[in-house]
């Protein structure tokens, strides 16, 4: 390097005003080439104007459309920066009856509000809205208990709490009419399978609000089990003389139980009759009767509902 030096001592700065030289050239090309005017497609924002708490919007409404216009460089890099590019602004006065808007509606609309630009053309050919009446209604809040999502074998063991007995509820009126008189609590995507006492939403249309708009629900829940259990059959008013006797003297009996009080069921909770008077002769049997039952056993089934009857003597 030290060679360059002594060789070219100039070189250094001679660089520099090349440099200097290029630079100056390409800001005053820049700077001229702003000041011209040019034709470009720009997305332009947009804003509308209209009663937003008296009605839905149901689509989402265009954030910006596209036009072709012309003006000077340096608006033109603003626009399209978004630097102080004040939206354009679609006044709808009756919301809920105007469907669309088309080219020939907009392009008045936006060549008064282009500041610096000069509208070209609108590519955009056409603006759609859906847009409905907004409907009020206070309604019943409701829990349906048998929609309620338990875990296999659990059950509920307690009155279902609510901290609402109402909501108030809005949304598109076309949506309020087809709803029922009262707002259902929502238990969506859960399994249930301890106490419960959560905040919950509701079974509602996603353009519908609902205030509060969420209802505290509680209640307990227990775990159930299915059990049988073989008991003798008590007779009634059967031959002394054994002439008649059954083909067999015990029954299976199913039923559920709570998991905690399993312990506290014996054969003994339960009785079961065959009344030798109710015999069915035509296919000589007769239907065993519960009598009573442990008073926390459930879903209680015998396991026949016809015992064979034998008769010695006429075989």
């Given at each position: 390097m030290g060679i360059f030096r002594f060789l070219l001592p100039g070189l250094k700065d001679t660089w520099k005003v090349v440099a200097l030289s290029i630079l100056g050239a390409t800001t005053f090309w820049f700077f001229n080439a702003m000041n011209k005017s040019y034709d470009t497609r720009v997305d332009y924002p947009l804003s509308y104007t209209f009663a937003e708490d008296s009605v839905v919007v149901l689509d989402p409404l265009a954030k910006q459309i596209k036009i072709d216009v012309t003006s000077g460089g340096w608006n033109l890099i603003r626009k399209t920066l978004r630097i102080n590019a004040i939206p354009i602004n679609i006044p709808l006065d009756n919301p809920t009856e105007i469907k669309f808007l088309t080219r020939s509606s907009?392009?008045?609309?936006?060549?008064?509000?282009?500041?610096?630009?000069?509208?070209?053309?609108?590519?955009?050919?056409?603006?759609?809205?859906?847009?409905?009446?907004k409907v009020t209604r206070k309604l019943p809040v409701y829990v349906d208990s048998v929609t309620i999502p338990l875990s296999q074998s659990y059950r509920m063991v307690s009155p279902i709490s609510c901290n609402l007995d109402s909501a108030i509820v809005s949304g598109p009126k076309s949506t309020m009419l087809q709803m029922p008189a009262y707002v259902q609590v929502d238990f969506s995507n859960m399994s249930i399978d301890e106490n419960f006492d959560e905040e919950?939403?509701?079974?509602?249309?996603?353009?519908?609000?609902?205030?509060?708009?969420?209802?505290?629900?509680?209640?307990?829940?227990?775990?159930?089990?299915?059990?049988?259990?073989?008991?003798?059959?008590?007779?009634?008013?059967?031959?002394?003389?054994?002439?008649?006797?059954?083909?067999?003297?015990?029954?299976?009996?199913?039923?559920?139980i709570k998991e905690e009080d399993e312990d506290e069921v014996n054969a003994s909770d339960f009785s079961v009759t065959a009344d030798y008077s109710m015999r069915n002769m035509n296919d000589s049997t007769v239907a065993p009767i519960l009598m009573y039952a442990h008073e926390k056993a459930l879903d209680i089934v015998l396991g026949s509902d016809r015992v064979k009857l034998i008769f010695p003597e006429i075989q």
């Open positions: 907009l392009i008045p609309m936006i060549s008064d509000q282009l500041d610096g630009l000069r509208l070209i053309y609108v590519v955009t050919d056409t603006l759609f809205f859906n847009i409905e009446e919950l939403g509701y079974l509602v249309d996603e353009h519908v609000n609902v205030q509060p708009a969420e209802a505290t629900i509680k209640f307990q829940v227990a775990k159930y089990l299915a059990r049988e259990i073989s008991i003798p059959l008590e007779l009634l008013d059967f031959p002394q003389d054994s002439s008649a006797y059954l083909a067999d003297n015990n029954i299976v009996l199913y039923y559920t």
